[in-house]
């Protein structure tokens, strides 16, 4: 922050706070994309809707990797995440997080047809 709005009185912080919040509400939708960077962030309702169903083949792979999982069973994205240790670090959007689940499942136990079953409750 520069030193000249470090010295800023209350009154004159939230007159600056008005004028940004009516600059952004001016805004139209694509110059919003612009300032933001084009981010779409994913909401945790949305992220932890998100289900997994593996079959039975990959069931029977990653056994015999020592995890545990039960053939067609409906696992909520949070669990596949816990029990693979998968990192979402950049990640924002719920798209690049199901990316960086299936890319992970497919790197590190050749599962190429794993996909997130979010139709699934």
């Known amino acids: 922050m520069s030193e000249e709005k470090k010295n800023l009185t209350e009154e004159e912080r939230k007159e600056l706070k008005e004028g940004l919040k009516k600059q952004i509400d001016e805004m139209s939708d694509e110059e919003l994309d612009k300032v933001a ?4 962030m994913w909401t945790p309702g949305v992220f932890f809707d998100m289900r997994y169903k593996f079959t039975e ?13 039960e053939p067609n069973q409906v696992y909520k994205i949070d669990e596949v995440i816990k029990i693979f240790h998968i990192d979402l ?4 959007t719920t798209k690049e997080i199901e990316e960086r689940v299936e890319l992970f499942l497919k790197n590190n136990f050749g599962l190429s047809g794993c996909k ?4 699934v409750k």
């Open 37 to 40: 960077g084009g981010f779409e």
């Open 57 to 69: 083949e990959e069931v029977n792979k990653l056994s015999t990797l020592g995890f545990k999982l």
């Open 89 to 92: 670090i950049g990640a924002h």
């Open 116 to 119: 997130i079953d979010s139709s």
